[in-house]
């Protein structure tokens, strides 16, 4: 397992920000982007990942792949997400793009918090425990600087405080 961090923090030491980045940065932004990259983000992130690991070269932001057991279904289900760092943790937001509602994987988190990321090239398995409330500003902030659009859409989410969890390796 040590060897598989290892390995990731080399990765992240090798992101760079890339035009993609700064066209992310703003176009990432707006709704409609919003609208079809969660219909499509989830379709064409975990093939390029799982292959080419395209994904933090291109975008030049930190993404994973985190597998759940469907809360209600017992399936497993894989979602490519952006995350912060937390010591050995690593930090993931259920934003949802701003929508209203959670996103499925939070809810299968809640259910089941053992689970699988794979960032890298490197599987690791996980346990995960929601933030501190008194850690939330602070690593939700992490992930505002991190990508902007994240302030955007808490703005939209009617409310709804997205739910965030830190992931440890198990």
Known sequence: MTDSLEKIAAAEARLRATPMTRALRVIGRT?????????????????????????????????????TVGAKSGARRTSPLLYVREGAAFAVVGTNFGQSHHPAWTANLLANPNAEIEVWSQHVNVHAEPAPPQDWDRLFDRFVEMYPGYRDYLGRCGGRKPRLFLLRPA
């Open 31 to 67: 709704r409609l982007f919003a609208r079809v990259y969660r219909v499509l983000g989830p379709m064409i992130d975990p093939w390029l990942m799982r292959r080419t690991n395209l994904i933090g070269r291109l975008y030049g932001l930190p993404a994973l792949l985190l597998t």
